[in-house]
């Protein structure tokens, strides 16, 4: 073992590292233009004695150890394995939006009157295929809060049609969320093959029976999974808003009413040792703007809050739901503190359906000088308040009910003609598109 020191303002920290020293970059948080303290990042590889020197310095609050995973993935045998991030030094508001009064200062679908709305913790082994995984649990979740199932009744839905069958064998991110609506994506019209099955009729496989690797499921199977009875949902929603700290409220406001919310998050060598406590790191800042595009390399679910921990500590934190097993963590969940990992970065939700929804239509178009505007997000009020971010310059909200909606486009630095547009929807579909000049152009 070698020893370096890395200088901490006035004092030292020292740490230990396998075949050399780390490299570390320092990270730095803010309350609005005033540097608070300065932070030492998590690496990707880090051994266990650096982790917890990193976690006293920085006065974090939870404890690593040897896990399967930490042990199969979490650490560097030499510093050219080591690969530090460069943090971004994007400045976000010094004040955080005061909690929503309309909400408990606790939640977790877990315990609700001491039912647990969520269905049992999945695994999800060597395969990379967390974002199926993600979707199937928020799907659940928001299946079994609607229509009242909880604890054995929960169902179970198929990340493996998910995976196999609606998006062909591809990861296709937020599109997955579309797809699980009865409409498919709103500009497209119904493929035939949205939604997913149970469990049951299309169950998980290991890495090595194809399901991480590039030949699909044998041919009969996926038949199978097709003819099976399949679960759909109302509409998907998208938590975009661009006040950043304003997601912390509505996904809170999602997880009340809908259920689970799926997210993604940045992972690091401490993440994968996490054993218990309130998980907590630097990197509680997009890494891009628009920030849905940020970095994320795991897909997890939020199935509740908690704005007081009993850790204390620099405010609330997410009860958030792995596909790890339940060696991993606290029983496969981890409590995470407000935007750390970029965990509130990549959010989305789904709305159950009941007999006798409506089935109307609303979608469209933006474009800005001529071109596509990737990114806008459009806030839809009236039925709900949901919104949809353009997926290339489409956008659209699917199973809607007859009535009054005004659709609201925001982009920063864009100025939109009309700034908005009010819809009376009676019957099939509308198509409401915008144009938007650019106040630099």
Not at 101 to 106: E, G, Q, R, S
Not at 230 to 242: D, E, Q
Not at 245 to 264: D, F, L, P, S
Request: glycine share 12%; charged share 20%; net charge negative.
């Amino acid at each position: 073992m070698r020893r370096r020191d890395f200088l901490i303002g006035a004092g030292a920290l020292t740490l230990t590292a396998a075949g050399g020293p780390l490299l570390f970059r320092s990270g730095r948080a803010f309350a609005g233009n005033t540097l608070v303290e300065e932070l030492i990042p998590f690496n990707d590889c880090d051994t266990l004695e650096n982790i917890r020197a990193i976690i006293k310095h920085n006065n974090f609050r939870f404890e690593v150890d040897h896990n399967w995973l930490y042990d199969h993935y979490g650490f560097a045998s030499t510093q050219a394995d080591a690969s530090p991030r460069v943090v971004p030094q994007i400045i976000i508001p010094s004040a955080a939006v005061p909690p929503d009064p309309d909400l408990p200062p606790k939640f977790d679908l877990r315990d609700i009157n001491g039912r647990s709305y969520i269905s049992p913790l999945r695994d999800q082994a060597e395969t990379g295929e967390c974002q199926q995984f993600g979707a199937a649990a928020a799907a659940e979740a928001s299946y079994n809060r609607h229509n009242g199932l909880y604890d054995d009744n929960c169902i179970i839905l198929s990340p493996m049609y998910l995976r196999w069958v609606y998006s062909g064998g591809d990861n296709i991110g937020m599109g997955l969320y579309h797809g699980m609506t009865g409409s498919g994506m709103p500009w497209q019209g119904p493929t035939g093959q949205e939604g997913t099955c149970r469990e049951e009729d299309f169950p998980f496989v290991s890495f090595d029976d194809h399901m991480g690797g590039s030949s699909s499921p044998p041919a009969i199977q996926l038949e199978t999974a097709k003819a099976a009875p399949r679960i759909t949902f109302r509409r998907c929603g998208l938590i975009y808003p661009y006040n950043y700290w304003e997601t912390t409220n509505r996904i809170k406001r999602a997880i009340y009413r809908y259920g689970a919310v799926a997210a993604g998050i940045l992972l690091s060598s401490a993440m994968r040792a996490y054993k218990s406590g309130v998980y907590e790191d630097s990197w509680i800042y997009p890494s891009t703007l628009p920030y849905l595009n940020s970095e994320s390399n795991q897909a997890i679910t939020l199935v509740g809050w908690d704005d007081n921990p009993p850790e204390g500590g620099n405010g609330g934190c997410w009860i958030l739901r792995n596909t790890w097993g339940q060696s991993w963590g606290e029983g496969g969940y981890m409590r995470i503190r407000y935007f750390s990992a970029g965990v509130n970065s990549h959010n989305a939700y789904l709305e159950a359906e009941s007999p006798g929804d409506g089935s109307l239509k609303m979608y469209g178009s933006v474009k800005v000088d001529g071109g596509d505007l990737i990114g806008t997000t459009i806030t839809l009020s009236g039925d709900d308040s949901f919104e949809a971010v353009c997926i290339g310059s489409d956008y659209g909200f699917s199973t809607l009910k007859p009535g009054h909606y005004r659709l609201t486009p925001y982009k920063p630095g864009i100025l939109f003609t009309p700034l908005y547009q009010d819809v009376n929807l009676t019957a099939g579909y509308a198509v409401v598109n915008f144009s938007g000049i650019a106040l630099d152009g």
